[in-house]
């Protein structure tokens, strides 16, 4: 039962329920009831031994030792940056897959899913990393979907230039045919938010373990071109409504954020049953 705001109203406990009160709660409630110069009045004055300046100190000391193994670990405020830690593997695997730069899957495939996100975002990194080697299995590996990877940037916006530092080596990966390598080792091993986790020194740690020829993704990674690319692809996204990450858009609809993947399977399953094609019904045979 419930209050008109919804919060609960508790039954009244019936006398067979009631429990009988024990001697020593009798006690309790008798001294309770003497006047008050006949009870020991408590002191209220007396520091807690959590507040012990000997206990605190100790705390604090630990506290603060956590949160340095935490930064230095990669455990908090991000991954493990390369020149700062070793790179997380990603599991994900394409062998197998047709790719084609940032497009993974058959050219044929009934859907595309195109994945707008920024190196730097920390839901994109969520997708990256719980759900898109269960949409490779479940869908691109079959044939059944080809996702495209749209790398953009709406996290500097004039704070920093990290996201479109990465984008623009993802390019590059792209031109050496590791695209999908270099882009999944940095989310696998993203750190934070434009406070430099994501310099040259991180960006040639991924490269170097996505298996690129370093001297040619230099020389690739110089181009300026390649930033304004990305700036335009940001541009071009927001203009068609997308201005934040993830959103992926499956067959030209878009839907931001990560989706439950039980909820992306179900939907995925009822686009690919209405596009089949329908069965002829099959008549029994007539006696001739």
């Not at 949160?67 to 405020?77: C, D, I």
């Not at 058959?106 to 898109?132: H, M, N």
């Not at 858009?249 to 399953?269: M, S």
Request: glycine share 8%; with cysteine.
């Amino acid at each position: 039962m419930a209050r008109p705001d919804g919060s609960a109203i508790l039954p009244s406990m019936s006398r067979a329920t009631q429990r009988t009160a024990s001697r020593r709660e009798r006690r309790a409630l008798a001294r309770d009831a003497r006047p008050a110069r006949n009870r020991r009045i408590p002191r209220t004055d007396a520091r807690p031994i959590w507040r012990s300046p000997v206990i605190t100190t100790t705390v604090g000391a630990i506290a603060i030792g956590l949160v340095a193994v935490g930064f230095a670990t990669g455990t908090l405020g991000g991954g493990s940056p390369a020149g700062h830690g070793d790179l997380v593997v990603p599991p994900t695997a394409y062998v197998g897959l047709p790719v084609a730069g940032a497009i993974v899957g058959r050219a044929d495939a009934p859907v595309t899913i195109e994945v707008f996100s920024d190196f730097q975002c920390p839901a994109c990194k969520l997708f990256i990393t719980t759900e898109l080697p269960s949409l490779l299995a479940d869908y691109v590996r079959p044939g059944l979907v080809k996702i495209e990877s749209k790398d953009i940037d709406v996290i500097d916006r004039g704070a920093g230039t990290e996201s479109i530092e990465l984008a623009s080596a993802a390019a590059c990966a792209a031109d050496q045919g590791r695209y999908w390598p270099f882009h999944d080792l940095v989310f696998w091993n993203q750190g934070r938010e434009n406070h430099g986790d994501h310099d040259a020194a991180f960006i040639n740690g991924i490269a170097t373990a996505a298996g690129l020829d370093m001297t040619a993704f230099q020389a690739c990674d110089a181009r300026e071109d390649l930033r304004d690319a990305v700036r335009q692809a940001t541009s071009a996204a927001a203009a068609s409504g997308i201005a934040a990450t993830p959103t992926l858009r499956i067959n030209g609809l878009a839907a931001k954020g990560v989706p439950q993947y039980a909820d992306l399977k179900g939907y995925l399953d009822q686009l690919l049953a209405s596009m089949a094609p329908a069965q002829p019904v099959q008549t029994a045979p007539t006696a001739s």
